[in-house]
C-alpha cells in the first residue's frame, strides 16, 4: 500500500506559484510529523519545511522562510505547501516525508522520517 501520494508539481515562471498536497494512508499508524524534502540536480537532498500534525510545531529552511506555506487538513489526512514567489532555484523533485513519532530537532535530517513519497517535479524558469 501507498503510504504517502504526492500531486501539484508543475513548470511556472518565476514569480509565479504552486501548492503541492501530500495524501497520507491512514493506516498502518498515524503520522506525527509530516514534511517537504526537495532535491534540485545535481545537489544533495534538502529540507523545505515540516509541522506536527498537533499544530504544536512548524519548521522552515531560510531559503524558502517567507515565501512558502506548510498546512495539513488532518481530516482529510492531506498536508500542503503552499509556494509563491518561485525562484529558479526552487527547482527540483518535491518529497513529502512523515514521522509516526514526531517532529525533531534535526527536521531537516531525512534519515528521521520513517515514510516517503515518490516524488513530484516542479520546475521553475526565469
Known amino acids: 500500500q501507498v503510504q504517502l501520494v504526492e500531486s501539484g508539481g508543475s513548470s511556472v515562471q518565476a514569480g509565479g506559484s504552486l501548492r503541492l498536497s501530500c495524501a497520507a494512508a491512514?493506516?498502518?499508524?498515524?503520522?506525527?510529523?509530516m514534511g517537504w524534502f526537495r532535491r534540485a540536480p545535481g545537489k544533495e537532498r534538502e529540507g523545505v519545511a515540516v509541522?506536527?500534525?498537533?499544530?504544536?510545531?512548524?519548521y522552515y529552511a531560510d531559503s524558502v522562510k517567507g515565501r512558502f506555506t506548510i498546512s495539513r487538513d488532518n481530516a482529510k489526512n492531506t498536508m500542503y505547501l503552499q509556494m509563491n514567489s518561485l525562484k529558479p532555484e526552487d527547482t527540483g523533485m518535491y518529497y513529502c516525508?512523515?514521522?509516526?513519532?514526531?517532529?525533531?530537532?534535526?527536521?531537516?535530517?531525512?534519515?528521521?522520517?520513517?515514510?516517503w513519497g515518490q516524488g513530484t517535479q516542479v520546475t521553475v524558469s526565469s
Open positions: 509541522l506536527a500534525t498537533d499544530g504544536s510545531v512548524t
Open positions: 491512514a493506516y498502518p499508524y498515524p503520522r506525527r510529523c
Open positions: 516525508a512523515a514521522d509516526r513519532f514526531g517532529c525533531y530537532d534535526a527536521w531537516y535530517e531525512g534519515s528521521l522520517y520513517t515514510d
